[in-house]
C-alpha cells in the first residue's frame, strides 16, 4: 500500500487551502476550493473535496493510492454536533478522516498542543485558547449572532452607515460616497443586493474602509475602531482564560493591529504554522493513535 499520506484542511466562510504531505514533512501539493463552512451542508463539503482533488493531482496522486491518505478537516461551522457527524458521513475516498474547527486547526498550526491561543480575524471571527489541555472558545457563532468585529461586520456596518448619510443622519464622506455609488444612490438596489448577499460579499467592502479610516475619514473610523474594541475584547478573554500569547489568523487582523489599544497588540504574535498545516497535524496524532499497539 506504501507509506501513509497526510492531507490537511483549512476550509473558511471565504475559501478552503488543501494540503498533502507525506510522512516526513514534504510537501507534495496544494489545491484551493470555494466556501467550505460546514453548516452550508453538500456545497460545502464538494469545495472540501475539489480543493482535495486539486493537491493531489498537483501530487500525482490517484485511484488507489488516495487509499494512503488520512485527512485532517478543520472547517468552519462544525462547533455543532450534527455538522460535524454530517461532514464524517459524506464518501470520500480517504484511508481516514478527522474533523474538527478551523479555530483548532488553526490553534494546532500555531502551538502544535502548547498553551497558547488563536483568534481568527477574517470574513468572520472565532477565537480558541487552549489552556492545559483544556478549550476555552471566544467568538465563532457565525454571522447571524456573532462575527464580531470581521470583515462582514465591517462592511455591512458601512453599507448601513452609508445609507444614513444618504437619509442626512451620518455625514456624507469619501467613504459614504463611494459605498452609495456602488449602489446607484439608492437605497433600494442595497436591499436587492442584500437579499442575495453572502458574508462574504459583505466582507470584500472591509478593504475600502479600512482605506478611508487611514484617511481620517470620518464615518470610517467609528467603525473600525468599533471593529477594534470587538476585537480587544475577544483578545482580553483568551489572554484572562491562561492564553500566554494569541496567534493572528485572518486576513482582516493584520490591518487591524494598529488599531488595537497597545497592551492588546503586544500579546498577538504571527502563528508559527497555518491552520491547513494544523489540520495535518490533527490526522497525523489520528492515525498514531489507531496505530498505537
Not at 484542511?9 to 510537501?27: E, F, H, Q
Not at 464538494?46 to 480543493?51: F, G, H, P, Y
Not at 489552556?131 to 448601513?160: C, F, K, L, P, Y
Not at 439608492?186 to 443586493?193: E, L, M
Request: aromatic fraction near 6%.
Amino acid at each position: 500500500m506504501g507509506e501513509p499520506l497526510f492531507i490537511g484542511v483549512d476550509g473558511g466562510a471565504t475559501k478552503c487551502l488543501a494540503r498533502l504531505r507525506d510522512s516526513s514533512g514534504r510537501m507534495l501539493g496544494e489545491g484551493t476550493g470555494g466556501p467550505a463552512n460546514a453548516r452550508a451542508g453538500a456545497p460545502a463539503f464538494a469545495e472540501v473535496m475539489r480543493a482535495c482533488r486539486a493537491a493531489t493531482d498537483a501530487a500525482g496522486i490517484a485511484g488507489d493510492d488516495l487509499g494512503r491518505i488520512h485527512a485532517g478537516l478543520g472547517l468552519a461551522g462544525v462547533a455543532q454536533k450534527g455538522d460535524r457527524e454530517f461532514i464524517l458521513s459524506q464518501p470520500n475516498p480517504f484511508a481516514s478522516v478527522v474533523v474538527d474547527t478551523d479555530a483548532f486547526a488553526a490553534y494546532m498550526g500555531a502551538f502544535a498542543g502548547r498553551d497558547g491561543a488563536i483568534l481568527i480575524v477574517g470574513t468572520g471571527t472565532a477565537g480558541l485558547a487552549v489552556v492545559g489541555g483544556q478549550r476555552i472558545n471566544a467568538g465563532g457563532w457565525g454571522h447571524q449572532i456573532g462575527d464580531e468585529g470581521s470583515g462582514m461586520m465591517i462592511g455591512r456596518t458601512a453599507i448601513r452607515r452609508a445609507i444614513w448619510a444618504h437619509e442626512r443622519m451620518a455625514p456624507m464622506t469619501p467613504l459614504a460616497a463611494a459605498l452609495l455609488e456602488r449602489f446607484d444612490h439608492d437605497p433600494a438596489v442595497a436591499v436587492t443586493w442584500a437579499d442575495r448577499a453572502t458574508p462574504r460579499d459583505y466582507g470584500s467592502f472591509a478593504p475600502l474602509v479600512f482605506d478611508h479610516a487611514e484617511r481620517r475619514d470620518a464615518l470610517a473610523m467609528p467603525i473600525i475602531e468599533e471593529a477594534a474594541r470587538d476585537v480587544s475584547r475577544l483578545i482580553t478573554r483568551l489572554v484572562e482564560a491562561g492564553a500566554p500569547q494569541v496567534a493572528m489568523i485572518g486576513s482582516v487582523f493584520p490591518r487591524l493591529l494598529p488599531w488595537l489599544p497597545p497592551p492588546v497588540a503586544a500579546v498577538c504574535i504571527a502563528p508559527a504554522r497555518d491552520a491547513a498545516d494544523g489540520a495535518i497535524v490533527m490526522a497525523e496524532q489520528a492515525f498514531a493513535k489507531e496505530t498505537r499497539p
